[in-house]
C-alpha cells in the first residue's frame, strides 16, 4: 500500500498467488471507511482471483489492485483521476511484473491508459494500443455459456426459448447479456437500481420489476449481475428459480449458503467460474502471438465446459457446486504447469 505522490490517495496492489504465472487482476476505485477495510477487500478479492484463473485454465496467478476513496467520495474526475490512475500504476510498476493489472469496478478502459503512463504492467488498453478493450461484452459471452451449461442440468436443456429469466442489474455486463438471453427467446424479468434503464427493458421487450422483486421471481433462471452478497441466509429461503448462475461477483454472503442453495435443489454455478470471460479475455493479450478475439471467444465459450466439469465432480461427490469448483482450483494449483 502506498500514498499517491500526486493525489495523496492510499493505493494497493495485492498478490496472493503467482504460482502459475504472474498475478493478474483488476483496479478497483471504491470507497471505505478506513485503509484497513481497504486491504482486507484487495486480499479478499486477490484470492478469489486466483481460483478464478485456477478454474479457468489459465496460466496467471491472482492479484487484486484497489485505490481507495474515502467513506461518501465521488469518483474523482479530469486532472486528478489521471493523477489517482498515475499513482496506481506506480503502486503496480514497485511489484516489477509480479503484478499486471487490468479494469474492474470504477474503472474503465481508458482509465488503463492513464495507468500505463506509470507502468507496462498493464492489460486491457483499448484494441488500436494492442491491447484487448472493454472486457464487459466476454463477461457478458462467458456468462451465457455458463447459463446455457446450467440450465442443461437444471431444466434438462440448453435452450431458453420461453424460459423465465430475471436479470438483477443491467450495468456493462448485465444488459449486454440480458441482450444475448432474448435473442435466445428467454422471458426476461429485468431490474436495476438505475430507473432510467426501464428503456432498455421495454426494448427488450422485457418486464420491469424491482432488484428485490426480481431476486425472489418465480423463473426458471436467476441471474444475479449487480454487486455481491445478493444470496444470504434470508433471500434463499424466498428464492422461486430453479438455477442460478450470474455474472457478479461474491455473490454469496458466505460460503455456508452454497450448501442452503444445495439443500433447496437450487442449482449454482459459483460466481468466479461463471463470470470469467473477462480474465480469460485479457489474458489472451499476454499470449507469444498477441491479442486475438477470435481466439478470446472460443477460449470464454468453453466456460460452458468447465460448468459440466464442476457439476460433474459435485454429483459424483455429492457436494455443492461450490466444494467441486474449489477442489477443481486447487488441483490445477498443485500443477503448475497445466
Known amino acids: 500500500m502506498r500514498r499517491g505522490r500526486r493525489s495523496g490517495l492510499f493505493t494497493i496492489a495485492a498478490v496472493h498467488s503467482t504460482v502459475r504465472g504472474p498475478a493478474l487482476g483488476g483496479c478497483r476505485m471504491w470507497r471505505y471507511d478506513d485503509t484497513r477495510?481497504?486491504?482486507?477487500?484487495?486480499?479478499?478479492?486477490?484470492?478469489?482471483?486466483?481460483?478464478?484463473?485456477?478454474?479457468?485454465?489459465?496460466?496467471?496467478?491472482?492479484?487484486?489492485?484497489?485505490?481507495?476513496?474515502?467513506?461518501?467520495?465521488?469518483?474523482?474526475?479530469?486532472?486528478?483521476r489521471r493523477d489517482v490512475l498515475r499513482d496506481f500504476g506506480e503502486t503496480v510498476d514497485v511489484l516489477a511484473g509480479r503484478y499486471v493489472t487490468a479494469e474492474d469496478v470504477g474503472t474503465a478502459t481508458r482509465d488503463m491508459v492513464a495507468i500505463a503512463e506509470a507502468t507496462r504492467h498493464v492489460t486491457g488498453l483499448p484494441r488500436a494500443q494492442g491491447g484487448s478493450g472493454d472486457p464487459s461484452p466476454f463477461t457478458a459471452l462467458g456468462?451465457?455459456?455458463?447459463?446455457?451449461?446450467?440450465?442443461?442440468?437444471?431444466?434438462?436443456?440448453?435452450?431458453?426459448?420461453?424460459?423465465?429469466?430475471?436479470?438483477?442489474?443491467?450495468?456493462?455486463?448485465?444488459?449486454?447479456?440480458?441482450?444475448?438471453?432474448?435473442?435466445?427467446?428467454?422471458?426476461?424479468?429485468?431490474?436495476?437500481?438505475?430507473?432510467?434503464?426501464?428503456?432498455?427493458?421495454?426494448?427488450?421487450?422485457?418486464?420491469?420489476?424491482t432488484p428485490a422483486r426480481a431476486l425472489t421471481a418465480a423463473v426458471d433462471v436467476l441471474v444475479p449481475c449487480a454487486l455481491g452478497g445478493v444470496l444470504d441466509d434470508e433471500t434463499v429461503p424466498a428464492l422461486q428459480a430453479q438455477a442460478v448462475a450470474g455474472a457478479a461477483n461474491n455473490q454469496l454472503a458466505h460460503d455456508g449458503v452454497a450448501d442452503a442453495l444445495q439443500a433447496r435443489g437450487i442449482l449454482w454455478a459459483p460466481d468466479y467460474v461463471a463470470n470469467a470471460g473477462g480474465i480469460i479475455n485479457i489474458a489472451v493479450e499476454l499470449e507469444p502471438g498477441g491479442y486475438d478475439p477470435a481466439r478470446a471467444r472460443e477460449r470464454v465459450r468453453a466456460i460452458g465446459d468447465t460448468l459440466r466439469e464442476v457439476y460433474d465432480r459435485a454429483a459424483a461427490s455429492g457436494a455443492a457446486p461450490l466444494s467441486a469448483a474449489m477442489a477443481l482450483a486447487r488441483s490445477r494449483l498443485e500443477t503448475p504447469s497445466a
Open 37 to 80: 477495510a481497504a486491504v482486507a477487500d484487495a486480499l479478499r478479492l486477490a484470492r478469489g482471483m486466483t481460483y478464478k484463473s485456477a478454474v479457468a485454465g489459465l496460466p496467471l496467478g491472482g492479484g487484486k489492485g484497489v485505490i481507495v476513496l474515502p467513506a461518501g467520495a465521488e469518483p474523482p474526475r479530469g486532472g486528478r
Open 143 to 209: 456468462t451465457e455459456a455458463a447459463i446455457l451449461a446450467t440450465a442443461e442440468r437444471a431444466l434438462g436443456t440448453t435452450s431458453l426459448r420461453g424460459r423465465s429469466v430475471a436479470v438483477v442489474g443491467l450495468g456493462h455486463v448485465g444488459l449486454r447479456l440480458a441482450r444475448l438471453l432474448a435473442r435466445r427467446g428467454a422471458k426476461l424479468v429485468v431490474s436495476d437500481i438505475d430507473r432510467a434503464k426501464r428503456d432498455e427493458a421495454a426494448r427488450l421487450g422485457a418486464r420491469w420489476t
